[in-house]
């Protein structure tokens, strides 16, 4: 399992504290489990994971777990609303701990995740929701791959 | 190779009743042998061998309107046709169809992944509560700015995704989002049509100019 997004974890010791406010806020109950994901998740600012970057970082830190119970505890945070699903066409499921409003790059070969402000995208036109529904937000996500690869394969 | 799959794979059934190979015989009933053919010679093209469930599950996949389906969609479809298969199968199918660039995957937050039979360059409305996932009509987004790409990289293709819920005050919209595709959807209404229509699109003019830093009324909508 690749680590794919470059993660370096120079988290701020964070106490116990803060994790558990996290899921108490959220109405989770801190098990040791939770509060180990939610340390490597919202200790640092703006992360993207996948369950199994998840799953490395938290094998790595030592802590205890196993693929599924990652993968049911980012479910339920996504549910929640403590980490949003990125909507990449591909076949990884990105989470993003940053939940203000922002865009994506997707390099899609390196499958990889890059950060772009809200005020870099501008629509000159936004189609009108359908009747009885109204826009909750616009997630823009531009694939994008090295130009030099692109002239490779041409 | 790939020249003669559409006999070989299609014993001369037409005219026999039940017996024998069931399962072909079940999928030569749903598909006429030209429409068969077709998804064969997809497949071949794709570099996928059509093997009968590739081509039965290809069938109901790309047989009529581009759509939008998740596994268990698919997987009760070939049921319904008379196809048995497993779950595990119809899921296998999708994401190999998926590599193969015959549809597309769609990732939403949500616990579905949908699967697009339609792979051009379009975009999309996703409404989290209902797991549902409609086109956007083309044409009706235009970006004003878009950023550089980061140094090295270009720009291939843009996807949106667009989510929305149900107004919570209105009552006459719990009709799903596929019944009112056909009605106008405008490429940019701006906050004055929208209040002409009143009632509960009023709601929405209110949702639209918060989103878009209230500068609906310009017709330019930034920082989305």
Redesign the interface.
């Known amino acids: 399992m690749s680590v794919n997004d470059s993660i370096k974890t120079e988290t701020p010791d964070m106490d116990a504290a803060p994790a558990s406010d996290i899921l108490s806020n959220a109405g989770l109950r801190p098990t040791r489990q939770r509060l180990a994901l939610a340390k490597l998740l919202f200790g640092e600012r703006g992360r993207h994971v996948s369950v199994d970057s998840l799953y490395d970082e938290l094998v790595r830190s030592g802590a205890p777990g196993s693929l599924s119970c990652v993968y049911n505890s980012l479910r339920r945070f996504s549910e929640i609303g403590l980490v949003r699903r990125v909507p990449v066409y591909g076949s990884t499921a990105y989470f993003d701990t940053r939940l203000n409003h922002h865009h994506h790059f997707y390099a899609v070969d390196e499958d990889r995740l890059i950060d772009v402000s809200a005020d870099a995208v501008a629509l000159a036109a936004v189609p009108s929701p359908p009747q009885g529904y109204e826009l909750v937000s616009i997630d823009v996500l531009l694939r994008v791959r090295r130009a030099d690869a692109g002239a490779a394969a041409g | 190779m790939t020249q003669r799959p559409a006999h070989k794979e299609r014993p001369d059934n037409n005219s026999s009743g039940p017996g024998g190979a069931a399962c072909n015989l079940e999928i030569s009933r749903n598909l006429p042998s030209a429409q068969e053919a077709r998804t064969q010679a997809m497949l071949a093209r794709a570099g996928l061998r059509p093997t009968r469930q590739r081509v039965a599950l290809g069938g109901l996949l790309f047989d009529g309107e581009p759509r939008h389906v998740t596994a268990d969609e698919l997987f009760r479809d070939a049921a319904g046709a008379g196809f048995p298969l497993s779950l595990a199968t119809a899921y296998n199918t999708l994401?190999q169809f998926?590599e193969a660039g015959l549809v597309?995957?769609?990732?939403?937050?949500?616990?579905r992944t949908f699967f697009d039979t339609d792979v051009g360059d379009h975009h999309h409305?996703?409404?989290?509560a209902e797991s549902r996932i409609?086109d956007?009509?083309t044409g009706?987004?235009?970006?004003?700015?878009?950023?550089l790409?980061?140094d090295?990289?270009?720009?291939?293709?843009?996807?949106?995704?667009?989510?929305?819920?149900?107004?919570a005050t209105?009552k006459?919209?719990?009709?799903p989002?596929s019944c009112?595709?056909d009605?106008a959807?405008?490429?940019?209404?701006d906050a004055r049509a929208?209040e002409r229509g009143g009632g509960?699109?009023s709601?929405?003019a209110a949702?639209?100019v918060t989103?878009?830093g209230g500068r609906r009324a310009t017709?330019?909508?930034?920082?989305?």
């Open positions: 994401n998926a597309r995957r769609i990732a939403v937050n949500g616990e409305f996703h409404v989290e409609v956007v009509p009706s987004i235009e970006f004003g700015r878009i950023p790409p980061p090295g990289y270009e720009i291939t293709a843009i996807d949106v995704v667009i989510r929305l819920k149900l107004i209105s006459q919209s719990t009709e989002v009112v595709v009605t959807w405008n490429a940019h209404p929208i509960t699109k709601v929405l949702g639209a989103n878009c017709g330019h909508c930034s920082g989305i």
